[in-house]
């Protein structure tokens, strides 16, 4: 593989300069993503409810429907919203400054067009109090077009990584995809033993979601833009925590385990600054899964493609 160098890593802006659009974005991704799970047969794991990183930005892929299959899009570089039918029908709505509820509102109103008949629940996940359902939202957001383009941008990088990790594990993997829950993109490694049952408590999530979410056992690493630790970061952890994992040796030198939040960080401009981008974030990969590996009596040698 060609080595990276910052250059191919965008800079993004400090989170406080697009914080208000990206809280947009976040809600306007759960809208997308209530739609994917209406019409999704059931997946483990809640597969079934994600979006995936596109060559223009965000896509739930196809989703069938009694009425004609269709796909939505948020499109990062003309700034649209895309709903396309396998027919050929076509809806779209620019991104810009506007309220949920407008967004919300519009969405419903394109896939009414394109006679797709959908109910969600209207309130989002994930997000402690208070906050209102969609169509009660009707303040006024931002749309700072450049930072979410840069945004995307950065979840490319991140993505070419992520699926260069995914290719030597043998066992059970997730695909690549964007959690819209708590809007990250993550990759998780199952060692194919159950799990404990998860005790729940995600705000304005119920205990069923997390318990088939974490059935498994699992080492699970993501990116966050900001939404987790305040700025754009990556995140490792294993469920259950095997004993001695939070005091393993984990690279690069820059990422620690937080007690607090649980889990191993990496912020994104340490990453971004390496020598070699790619390396540094496939380290830190690689290094907390070996941590959750070894220190859970995982089987390596059954699971991973090129175990000693």
Same mark, same amino acid.
């Given at each position: 593989?060609?080595?990276?160098?910052?250059?191919?890593?965008?800079?993004?802006?400090?989170?406080?300069?697009?914080?208000?659009?990206?809280?947009?974005?976040?809600?306007?991704?759960?809208?997308?993503?209530?739609?994917?799970?209406? &019409?999704?047969?059931?997946?483990?794991?809640?597969?079934?409810?994600?979006?995936?990183?596109?060559?223009?930005?965000?896509?739930?892929?196809?989703?069938?429907?009694?009425?004609?299959?269709? =796909?939505?899009?948020?499109?990062? !570089?003309?700034?649209?919203? &895309?709903?396309?039918?396998?027919?050929?029908?076509?809806?779209?709505?620019?991104?810009?400054?506007?309220?949920?509820?407008?967004?919300? &509102?519009?969405? !419903?109103?394109?896939?009414?067009?394109?006679?797709?008949?959908?109910?969600?629940?209207?309130?989002?996940?994930?997000?402690?109090?208070?906050?209102?359902?969609?169509?009660?939202?009707?303040?006024?957001?931002?749309?700072?077009?450049? +930072?979410? &383009?840069?945004?995307?941008?950065?979840?490319?990088?991140?993505?070419?990584?992520?699926?260069?990790?995914?290719?030597?594990?043998?066992?059970?993997?997730?695909?690549?995809?964007?959690?819209?829950?708590?809007?990250?993109?993550?990759?998780?490694?199952?060692?194919?033993?159950? +799990?404990?049952?998860?005790?729940?408590?995600?705000?304005?999530?119920?205990?069923?979601?997390?318990?088939?979410?974490?059935?498994?056992?699992?080492?699970?690493?993501?990116?966050?833009?900001?939404?987790?630790?305040? =700025?754009? +970061?990556?995140?490792?952890?294993?469920?259950?925590?095997?004993?001695?994992?939070?005091?393993?040796?984990?690279?690069?030198?820059?990422?620690?385990?937080?007690?607090?939040?649980?889990?191993?960080?990496?912020?994104?401009?340490?990453?971004?600054?390496?020598?070699?981008?790619?390396?540094? !974030?496939?380290?830190?990969?690689?290094?907390?899964?070996?941590?959750?590996?070894?220190?859970?009596?995982?089987?390596?040698?059954?699971?991973?493609?090129?175990?000693?």
């Amino acid at each position: 593989m060609k080595h990276s160098n910052p250059s191919t890593w965008p800079s993004l802006s400090p989170l406080a300069e697009w914080q208000s659009s990206l809280n947009a974005i976040h809600l306007w991704s759960q809208i997308i993503g209530k739609i994917r799970l209406a &019409h999704m047969p059931s997946v483990n794991h809640y597969w079934h409810s994600t979006l995936y990183v596109s060559a223009r930005g965000l896509s739930t892929n196809l989703i069938p429907h009694s009425n004609g299959g269709f =796909e939505m899009e948020f499109d990062f !570089l003309e700034h649209q919203l &895309h709903i396309r039918k396998v027919t050929g029908a076509h809806r779209s709505f620019p991104l810009e400054a506007m309220s949920v509820a407008d967004f919300y &509102h519009k969405t !419903l109103e394109g896939l009414k067009q394109l006679q797709i008949d959908t109910q969600i629940y209207a309130k989002p996940v994930e997000l402690p109090d208070p906050i209102l359902p969609f169509p009660d939202d009707v303040e006024k957001a931002p749309y700072d077009a450049e +930072a979410i &383009h840069t945004f995307w941008l950065a979840l490319t990088d991140v993505q070419r990584v992520f699926a260069r990790f995914r290719e030597d594990f043998l066992g059970k993997v997730s695909p690549i995809h964007f959690f819209w829950g708590a809007f990250d993109l993550a990759v998780t490694r199952f060692s194919g033993r159950t +799990a404990p049952r998860h005790p729940g408590g995600v705000p304005n999530c119920p205990d069923y979601v997390m318990q088939e979410s974490y059935s498994h056992e699992l080492s699970s690493a993501g990116f966050w833009p900001g939404t987790g630790l305040g =700025e754009a +970061a990556f995140y490792a952890y294993a469920y259950p925590e095997p004993d001695g994992y939070k005091t393993a040796k984990v690279l690069p030198q820059e990422a620690w385990y937080s007690t607090e939040m649980g889990e191993y960080l990496l912020t994104y401009e340490a990453v971004r600054n390496s020598p070699n981008p790619d390396e540094a !974030l496939l380290q830190f990969l690689q290094t907390t899964y070996e941590a959750a590996a070894t220190y859970g009596n995982w089987d390596r040698k059954a699971l991973e493609r090129n175990s000693k």
